[in-house]
C-alpha cells in the first residue's frame, strides 16, 4: 500500500533521514521506533506530505505521490494523526466529523444548505466506533485530552482511508487509555483492511500492536521484524542503550 | 543617462528615512511581537516636536541645528517609553487584532493632538545650516543635504548591527527575537528589555520624521502615508530584520524614484506590485524567517445559529426598523440609511475576521470601490440605479478577489499590514487622480431620480439589501463553506490533512466580503449623493473593526450590534465635540482594555444564550 525507496532529507548539513525504504501492505500494523533524534518525525512528515524529500520516491496504492501536499494525499485516501491532537476547537465534536466528512465528499463549496443537517449519520457512526457518542454536542475545545485523541482518531478515518498513519497515536494520554485508544484504531484499521504506520514510544504499546517493527537510528533503518525479533536484536538494544541510557 | 543615476540618488536619500522607521518597526516586532501603527505617529511628532524645538534654538547654526533634530528624535523616545509603559504592557497576551487595534486608538488620539497643538496648515522646517546648497553631479544639480541622508541609513545600519551583535542588550533583542518564552524561562527581566527596545524603535521613527524637515513640509497626514510604507518595507525586507529592512528600503525607494519618472499616479501600485512579487517568491520577506508560534491559545466559542430568544428580538427590532420613518424625523431616518449600510458592511468584515481568521485592516478599501464604481457609473454613463448597484458588489468583488489572490496565503500580521496597505493604495489612488475621481473634491451628484438618500423609498430599499445581504452572509457561514472556513481557521493543518482546500476557501470568502462591502458601499454612495477618498481611507476600515470588536468576533449577532452602537455613537460624538478622533481613540483602548471579548461577547458569557 505504501512504498518508500531511499528517502533522503538534509537539514543544514545532518541527513536526518538517510536513504529510508518502507513498505506497509494493506491490512498491516506497523510501528516505527527510534530513539530520540533518530529521525522518526522528519521521515513522518515526509510521508506526509509536510516535507519535500531531497531524494526518493513515494507510492501509495501504486501511484507515485512524492511531493504531493498534505490535501492532495487526503484525496487520495490517506488519514493521518497529528502528534499534538488537532481538532477544530470553535466547533462542537458533531461538527468536527460533519466538516470532515463534507469536506471529503467534496461539499465545502455549498453556500447555502446548512451543515447542521449534512452528514449526521455518518458522523454519528464514527463517533460511536470511537466511542466518543455521548460528547457529540460538545464543543471540541472543552474536551478532555483523551477525548481529543479519539476525536482526532475519528477525523482521520473519516475520509476510509487505505493508509492510516499515525504520529504517536498515544502521547499525552494515560498508560489506561493507551490501550483502549490503540484497541479502537487497530480493530477498526482491520475491519476495513486499512495499512497502518504509527509512531510510538511507549514500547508496551508497540509490541502488543504492531504485526511489524521498524527501528530508525540516525536517520537509516537498522532493524526491520516481528517485535519479538527487534526486541532481541543487538543493534537496537544498543541504539536505545547508547544514546537515550 | 545622468537623470536616471540622479534619480537613483534621490531613490537613495528616501531609502535612509524610510530605513530609520522601518527598522524601529521591526525591532519593536522582533521583540514584542506587536505590529505598532503608532509607529507612523512617532515620525510625524518627530518632525513636528523638530519644527517647535528649532524655533526655541539659535538659528543659522548647524551644530544647533543638529542638536535640535536629536532633541525632537528623545523626545519622541520619551514618548514612545511612556506609551510602552501606560498601554502596551497591559497588551502583550491580548489577541493580535486588539494590540494592533489598540496601537490605531493612539493613532487616532495623537492625529487630533497634532492638530490641536499645531494647528491644520502645513508647516515649513527650517532646512539646515551649512547644507542648503546643491553640488553638481554629472552636470546636474543635486542637494548636499540628500548626499548626507545617503550615508546616515548606513550608518545607523552599521550602529544598529554593531549594538544587536556586539552588546548584551543586543543579545537579549536577539534572543527575545528568536523565541520570547525561552528568554523569559531564563529570568531575563522582559518589562525593562520590552521598554528599553520600544524606546530605541520610537526614538529612531522620531529621527526619521526630525530629518525630513528640510525635504518636505510637516502635515498631519504624514503617519498614515509614511506607516504604509514602512509597513511595505518591513514585509518585504522581512518582519523582525533590520538587515532586510535596509534592503527593503533600498529597493522601494528606487521603485518610488523611477515610479515617479515614468507614470506618477502608477508609483504606489508599483510599489504593491513588487511586494508582491517578492512574498510569492520568499513568503517571509527578503531576510525574514518564518515567525514562531508565540500565541498563547485564543479563547474560541463555539459558534450558534440563533436561539429562539434572540429570533424574538430580531422580530422586534426589524418591525422596528420598519416603522422607524413614523417617528417622522429626517435625521432619525437618514441616520438609520446609514446604520443598515455599516450593519452590511460589518457584517462582510466580520465574515473575514471570524469564521475566515483574516484580520484585515483595510475594507474600507473594498467599501469604497463599491461607491466609487456607483459614483463613475453615474457620472460618465448616467447609470440607473439598478446597474449602480449591480456594478457595485461586482467590481468589489473583483478587486477582493485580486487581493485575496495575492494575500490569502499569509497569516496573520502580515495581512493586517498588507491590507492596510492596499487600502492605502486605493486611497491614493482616488486622492491623486484627479482627472478621474476628482480627488479631494469626490464625486458630486450621485443620485437616481425617486431613490434620493434620506427619502423613504431608499431607507427601505437598504434596508432591504443589507439585512437580506447580511443573512445571506449569515446563512453561507453556517453553510459547509463556513464551516470549511473555520476549519482552516482552528487547526490549519488538520484541514489541510482532510483535503479542506483553505487557501482558496479564504479566497472565496475576500470576494465574497468584497462584493457585500461593495454594496455597502454603492448603497453608500447613494445616500450621500457623492463619493470622497475618505470613504476608502484607513480611518474608514478602523471604524468597521471597531464596529464588529463592539459586537463581538465570535458572534453572529456581534456586527448588527456593533455597527446600531457605533453610528449611535458617532452621531453623538461628532455633535459633541471637533475631538471626535481622540474620543473614538480612546473608546478604543477602553474597548481594548475592558471589553477583549466584544460588548456582545461579554453579554452572552453572562447569559449563555447569544
Known amino acids: 500500500m505504501l512504498e518508500a525507496t531511499d528517502l533522503v532529507?538534509?537539514?543544514?548539513?545532518?541527513?536526518?533521514?538517510?536513504?529510508?525504504?518502507?513498505?506497509?501492505?494493506?491490512?498491516?500494523?506497523?510501528?516505527l521506533i527510534g530513539p530520540n533524534g533518530a529521525g522518526k518525525t522528519t521521515l513522518f512528515n515526509l510521508l506526509t506530505g509536510q516535507l519535500m524529500p531531497d531524494r526518493g520516491r513515494l507510492a501509495i496504492a501504486g501511484?507515485?505521490?512524492?511531493?504531493?501536499?498534505?490535501?492532495?494525499?487526503?484525496?487520495?485516501?490517506?488519514?493521518?494523526?497529528?502528534?499534538i491532537a488537532q481538532a477544530f476547537a470553535s466547533m462542537t465534536v458533531r461538527e468536527n466529523l460533519q466538516t470532515a466528512l463534507v469536506a471529503r465528499d467534496r461539499g465545502l463549496w455549498r453556500l447555502w444548505r446548512r451543515l447542521a443537517s449534512t452528514a449526521v449519520a455518518d458522523a454519528d457512526s464514527l463517533l460511536a466506533a470511537v466511542e466518543l457518542a455521548d460528547q457529540a454536542d460538545r464543543p471540541a475545545g472543552d474536551l478532555a485530552y483523551g477525548d481529543l485523541k479519539r476525536l482526532e482518531l475519528a477525523l482521520a478515518l473519516s475520509n476510509r482511508p487505505r493508509l492510516l498513519l499515525l504520529d504517536e497515536p498515544t502521547a499525552g494520554t494515560a498508560p489506561a487509555e493507551r490501550?483502549?485508544?490503540?484497541?479502537?484504531?487497530?480493530?477498526?484499521?482491520?475491519?476495513?483492511?486499512?495499512?497502518?504506520?504509527?509512531?510510538?514510544?511507549?514500547?508496551?504499546?508497540?509490541?502488543?500492536?504492531?504485526?511489524?517493527?521498524?527501528?530508525?537510528?540516525?536517520?537509516?533503518?537498522?532493524?526491520?521484524?516481528?517485535?519479538?525479533?527487534?526486541?532481541?536484536?543487538?543493534?537496537?538494544?544498543?541504539?536505545?542503550?547508547?544514546?537515550?541510557? | 543617462?545622468?537623470?536616471?543615476?540622479?534619480?537613483?540618488?534621490?531613490?537613495?536619500?528616501?531609502?535612509?528615512?524610510?530605513?530609520?522607521?522601518?527598522?524601529?518597526?521591526?525591532?519593536?516586532?522582533?521583540?514584542?511581537?506587536?505590529?505598532?501603527?503608532?509607529?507612523?505617529?512617532?515620525?510625524?511628532?518627530?518632525?513636528?516636536?523638530?519644527?517647535?524645538?528649532?524655533?526655541?534654538?539659535?538659528?543659522?547654526?548647524?551644530m544647533w541645528w543638529w542638536l535640535g533634530v536629536l532633541g525632537a528624535a528623545l523626545a519622541v523616545g520619551v514618548i514612545g517609553t511612556v506609551l510602552e509603559m501606560v498601554l502596551l504592557r497591559r497588551i502583550y497576551r491580548a489577541p493580535e487584532l486588539f494590540q494592533l487595534l489598540a496601537t490605531f486608538g493612539v493613532v487616532l488620539i495623537v492625529q487630533d493632538l497634532v492638530l490641536l497643538i499645531w494647528g491644520p496648515q502645513d508647516i515649513l522646517g527650517p532646512r539646515a545650516p551649512g547644507l542648503r546648497f546643491s553640488i553638481e553631479i554629472l552636470g546636474q544639480p543635486f542637494p548636499v543635504y540628500d548626499l548626507v541622508l545617503i550615508t546616515i541609513g548606513p550608518v545607523v545600519l552599521a550602529g544598529l548591527?554593531?549594538?544587536?551583535?556586539?552588546?548584551?542588550?543586543?543579545?537579549?533583542?536577539?534572543?527575545?527575537?528568536?523565541?520570547?518564552?525561552?528568554?523569559?524561562a531564563l529570568g531575563v527581566d522582559q518589562r525593562l528589555l520590552f521598554t528599553a527596545v520600544f524606546a530605541l524603535g520610537s526614538t529612531l521613527a522620531g529621527l526619521g520624521g526630525a530629518l525630513q524637515l528640510p525635504r518636505e513640509a510637516v502635515t498631519s497626514h504624514m503617519d498614515l502615508a509614511i506607516i504604509a510604507e514602512v509597513f511595505v518595507v518591513v514585509v518585504v525586507g522581512g518582519l523582525g530584520s533590520v538587515p532586510g529592512a535596509y534592503l527593503a528600503a533600498?529597493?522601494?525607494?528606487?521603485?518610488?524614484?523611477?515610479?515617479?519618472?515614468?507614470?506618477?499616479?502608477?508609483?504606489?501600485?508599483?510599489?504593491?506590485?513588487?511586494m508582491a512579487a517578492v512574498l510569492v517568491v520568499r513568503p517571509h520577506g527578503l531576510l525574514g524567517r518564518p515567525l514562531a508560534h508565540a500565541r498563547g491559545g485564543e479563547a474560541v466559542a463555539?459558534?450558534?445559529?440563533?436561539?429562539?430568544?434572540?429570533?424574538?428580538?430580531?422580530?422586534?427590532?426589524?418591525?422596528?426598523?420598519?416603522?422607524?420613518?413614523?417617528?417622522?424625523?429626517?435625521?432619525?431616518?437618514?441616520?438609520?440609511?446609514?446604520?443598515?449600510?455599516?450593519?452590511?458592511?460589518?457584517?462582510?468584515?466580520?465574515?473575514?475576521?471570524?469564521?475566515?481568521?483574516l484580520v484585515s485592516f483595510g475594507h474600507a478599501g473594498l467599501f469604497g470601490v463599491g461607491a466609487y464604481a456607483v459614483a463613475l457609473a453615474v457620472k460618465h454613463w448616467a447609470a440607473p440605479m439598478a446597474v449602480g448597484l449591480a456594478l457595485a458588489p461586482f467590481a468589489a468583488g473583483l478587486a477582493g478577489a485580486a487581493f485575496g489572490v495575492m494575500c490569502a496565503h499569509l497569516s496573520g500580521v502580515y495581512l493586517a499590514m498588507?491590507?492596510?496597505?492596499?487600502?492605502?493604495?486605493?486611497?491614493?489612488?482616488?486622492?491623486?487622480?484627479?482627472?478621474?475621481?476628482?480627488?479631494?473634491?469626490?464625486?458630486?451628484?450621485?443620485?437616481?431620480?425617486?431613490?434620493?438618500?434620506?427619502?423613504?423609498?431608499?431607507?427601505?430599499?437598504?434596508?432591504?439589501?443589507?439585512?437580506?445581504?447580511?443573512?445571506?452572509?449569515?446563512?453561507?457561514?453556517?453553510?459547509?463553506?463556513?464551516?470549511?472556513?473555520?476549519?482552516?481557521?482552528?487547526?490549519?493543518?488538520?484541514?489541510?490533512?482532510?483535503?479542506?482546500?483553505?487557501?482558496?476557501?479564504?479566497?472565496?470568502?475576500?470576494?465574497?466580503?468584497?462584493?457585500?462591502?461593495?454594496?455597502?458601499?454603492?448603497?453608500?454612495?447613494?445616500?450621500?449623493?457623492?463619493?470622497?477618498?475618505?470613504?476608502?481611507?484607513?480611518?474608514?476600515?478602523?471604524?468597521?473593526?471597531?464596529?464588529?470588536?463592539?459586537?463581538?468576533?465570535?458572534?453572529?449577532?456581534?456586527?448588527l450590534v456593533g455597527a446600531l452602537v457605533f453610528v449611535g455613537l458617532e452621531d453623538v460624538l461628532t455633535r459633541a465635540t471637533d475631538l471626535w478622533r481622540m474620543a473614538l481613540g480612546l473608546i478604543i483602548l477602553g474597548v481594548v482594555l475592558v471589553f477583549p471579548q466584544g460588548v456582545v461577547g461579554a453579554v452572552s458569557r453572562r447569559t449563555r444564550d447569544a
Open chain 2, 250 to 274: 533600498l529597493l522601494i525607494g528606487q521603485v518610488h524614484a523611477f515610479g515617479i519618472l515614468v507614470l506618477p499616479e502608477i508609483t504606489l501600485v508599483l510599489i504593491f506590485l513588487v
Open chain 1, 179 to 245: 490501550r483502549t485508544l490503540m484497541t479502537v484504531a487497530v480493530t477498526l484499521a482491520r475491519r476495513d483492511h486499512v495499512a497502518v504506520l504509527f509512531t510510538e514510544h511507549d514500547m508496551d504499546v508497540v509490541f502488543a500492536f504492531a504485526d511489524r517493527v521498524l527501528v530508525l537510528d540516525a536517520g537509516k533503518l537498522i532493524a526491520e521484524g516481528s517485535p519479538a525479533s527487534v526486541r532481541a536484536n543487538p543493534a537496537v538494544r544498543r541504539a536505545y542503550l547508547g544514546s537515550e541510557a
Open chain 2, 302 to 357: 463555539v459558534l450558534r445559529a440563533a436561539g429562539p430568544r434572540v429570533r424574538q428580538i430580531a422580530w422586534v427590532a426589524l418591525t422596528a426598523a420598519i416603522l422607524l420613518p413614523l417617528a417622522g424625523s429626517q435625521h432619525v431616518v437618514t441616520l438609520a440609511t446609514e446604520a443598515a449600510v455599516f450593519i452590511l458592511f460589518a457584517a462582510s468584515l466580520h465574515l473575514l475576521l471570524g469564521p475566515a481568521g
Open chain 2, 1 to 62: 543617462m545622468e537623470a536616471l543615476i540622479i534619480q537613483a540618488l534621490t531613490g537613495l536619500a528616501s531609502a535612509s528615512s524610510l530605513f530609520l522607521v522601518a527598522s524601529g518597526l521591526s525591532l519593536i516586532f522582533g521583540v514584542t511581537r506587536i505590529v505598532n501603527f503608532a509607529h507612523g505617529s512617532f515620525y510625524m511628532l518627530g518632525a513636528y516636536l523638530a519644527v517647535s524645538l528649532l524655533a526655541l534654538l539659535p538659528r543659522g547654526d548647524p
Open chain 2, 161 to 184: 548591527w554593531a549594538l544587536v551583535r556586539h552588546t548584551r542588550f543586543g543579545m537579549l533583542v536577539r534572543a527575545a527575537t528568536h523565541d520570547r518564552e525561552t528568554v523569559a
Open chain 1, 9 to 31: 532529507k538534509t537539514f543544514g548539513g545532518v541527513r536526518a533521514v538517510d536513504g529510508v525504504s518502507l513498505r506497509v501492505m494493506a491490512g498491516e500494523v506497523v510501528a
Open chain 2, 418 to 559: 498588507l491590507s492596510l496597505a492596499f487600502a492605502q493604495i486605493l486611497w491614493s489612488a482616488a486622492f491623486q487622480w484627479v482627472a478621474l475621481t476628482g480627488g479631494d473634491n469626490g464625486i458630486l451628484g450621485v443620485r437616481a431620480a425617486g431613490w434620493e438618500g434620506g427619502g423613504l423609498a431608499f431607507y427601505y430599499l437598504t434596508l432591504t439589501l443589507c439585512l437580506g445581504g447580511m443573512l445571506v452572509l449569515r446563512r453561507a457561514i453556517l453553510a459547509p463553506w463556513g464551516y470549511g472556513l473555520r476549519a482552516g481557521r482552528d487547526a490549519p493543518l488538520r484541514a489541510a490533512a482532510l483535503g479542506i482546500p483553505v487557501v482558496r476557501l479564504q479566497w472565496a470568502a475576500f470576494a465574497i466580503a468584497g462584493a457585500a462591502a461593495g454594496m455597502a458601499g454603492g448603497l453608500f454612495a447613494y445616500a450621500k449623493g457623492s463619493v470622497f477618498p475618505t470613504y476608502l481611507a484607513i480611518p474608514k476600515s478602523v471604524d468597521g473593526l471597531l464596529m464588529v470588536l463592539l459586537g463581538g468576533i465570535h458572534t453572529l449577532s456581534g456586527p
Open chain 1, 63 to 83: 501511484v507515485d505521490t512524492t511531493g504531493w501536499s498534505p490535501r492532495r494525499l487526503a484525496r487520495h485516501r490517506v488519514g493521518r494523526g497529528f502528534q
